[in-house]
């Protein structure tokens, strides 16, 4: 066992990224993957998803003999102090979080334990619900390791924070650490563990380490809906969202951060970590009525730039539309949750023909919906189309212009679900442009 060195089980996006900044800070960390596919590519310096920073970051940590990605996992705990635990934690159809693999990560660690007499802390840094390590993930590693912390063997929690495509920065430069143990020496390894990052330690235990988690997600969830509640009430008085937004953004205690309105939130983080949330507030009778609606919001919000549409073209059967932007957000190819995919069904329920595009997500998006036709290119998507909704915010398409929009489509109509235009450039241009949140004089 080596003071210094990590063990990170998972070689996902939370378990990549993390391992990348631990060995950027000076750390080293033997990285357990246990699909051989992904282990080979992760060795050979390629990163399995698309995540700016981490392409150079990996062949650098595998260059620098700091990073080791190993498949085994009884060794790789063994030499280490603490292990990481990034499993995935996905969702059942209640929306309930499944913790198998991280109780048969929590019981793999446990048996690498077992036997020996150095201490190890067990970090679960995959996000579960209060309660969960000192619960669920303590139990399975004192009755696999057969000790407990009396012997060396204890449990935390340290939430990350990162969004995609932002993550391996978020990750180097973190604003908070929670620091979530439930003993003075547990909280000083994990620190030191720490040392160099910058950012505030928020020592706590781990159940409310992991609440945190939870409060975060559901807070930014619950602005993101909000946003999209008042924008559809300024919509209908005929004021635009964006300057009511702007304005409120000023005031400190409201912050400028996340009152973007539009087709609604997707990702692995938000729809997951509010689902799980309130179906834990059900279960404990202590229902989260707010987040209920939060979710309510979320699913119908992809239909209003769809409804828009269809008031501006006058029903959507036979209509033909290019449907830009398939990712959840822009700068990544993940189309989980996307509002693209109940855009996309409601476009083709009514009838319509869709048109698809996305610089990055059009092959992950087909295999979600294998129906989808994907163009290769913008103008092929607009050409001929009678309409358009704009779904993610990427670059390319801030770089639409006018011109092109009317040069190719049958009829210039535009519905900006993201708020992606000036308003009243295109309209002064001669583009029929609709936008979630913005009154039809606003
Ligand atoms: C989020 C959190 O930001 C991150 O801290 C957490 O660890 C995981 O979940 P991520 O899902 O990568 O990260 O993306 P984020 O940028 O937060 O956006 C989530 C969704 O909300 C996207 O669909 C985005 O389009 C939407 N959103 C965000 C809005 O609709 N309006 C906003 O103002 C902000």
Redesign the pocket.
């Known amino acids: 066992m080596e003071k210094d060195r990590i063990c990170v089980v998972g070689g996902g996006f939370v378990g990549l990224t993390t391992a990348l900044a631990f060995v950027h800070h000076g750390r080293r960390v033997v990285l357990v993957e246990v699909i051989p596919d992904k282990r080979v590519a992760l060795a050979s310096g390629q990163v399995p998803f698309h995540e700016p920073g981490l392409d150079d970051a990996l062949p650098a940590a595998l260059a620098s003999g700091n990073l080791e990605i190993v498949g085994d996992l009884t060794a790789a705990v063994s030499s280490s102090c603490a292990t990481f635990l990034c499993v995935g934690t996905p969702s059942r159809d209640d929306g309930s979080i499944d913790l198998r693999f991280v109780a048969a990560a929590a019981r793999d660690v446990g048996r690498a334990l077992e036997g020996r007499t150095t201490p190890h802390l067990v970090v679960v840094k995959s ?1 579960v619900l209060p309660g969960t390590t000192v619960g669920l993930v303590r139990q399975a590693v004192e009755e696999t390791s057969h000790r407990t912390s009396d012997t060396g063997v204890s449990v935390a929690s340290n939430p ?8 391996y920065r ?1 990750a180097l430069e973190p604003e908070r650490i929670v620091l979530g143990t439930l003993r003075e020496e547990d909280r000083e390894l994990l620190a030191s563990l720490y040392e160099g990052f910058p950012g505030d330690r928020l020592a706590v235990d781990p159940t409310t380490a992991e609440t945190i ?1 939870y409060a ?2 559901s807070f ?2 619950a ?2 809906a909000l ?2 509640e008042f924008a559809n009430l300024c919509a209908d008085v005929g004021v635009d969202w964006y300057t009511v937004a702007d304005a409120i953004g000023r005031d400190p205690r409201i912050g400028p ?14 729809p997951k ?1 509010v689902r799980a949330v309130t179906a834990f507030g059900r279960e404990r009778g202590q229902p989260l009525g707010i987040l209920e609606a939060v979710l309510a919001n979320n699913e119908a919000q992809p239909l209003v730039p769809v409804r828009l549409l269809e008031e501006a073209l006058g029903g959507l059967a036979g209509k033909r539309v290019a449907l830009l932007g398939l990712a ?2 822009a700068d ?1 190819d ?1 189309v989980r ?3 693209a995919q109940p855009i996309w069904r409601a476009l083709r329920a009514a009838g319509a023909e869709v048109l698809c595009h996305d610089p990055m997500a059009g092959k992950t998006f087909g295999q979600l919906e294998p129906e989808a036709v994907i163009m290769p290119s913008i103008d092929a998507a607009l050409q001929d189309a009678d309409g358009c909704i704009l779904q ?2 990427w670059k390319e398409y801030q770089a639409i212009t006018p011109e092109q929009y009317k040069g190719r489509m049958n009829r210039a109509v535009v519905v900006d679900g ?1 708020r992606i235009h000036d308003p009243v450039a295109m309209r002064a241009a001669g583009v029929d442009y609709r936008a979630v949140g913005l009154g039809l004089q606003g």
């Open positions: 996000t990350e924070f990162l969004a995609e495509g932002t993550a978020d988690k975060s997600n930014l969830a602005r993101v946003s999209n951060m996340f009152l973007r309105a539009g087709a609604g939130f997707g990702g692995s983080c938000f970590d959840f957000k990544t993940d949750e996307t509002r993610t915010e993201r």
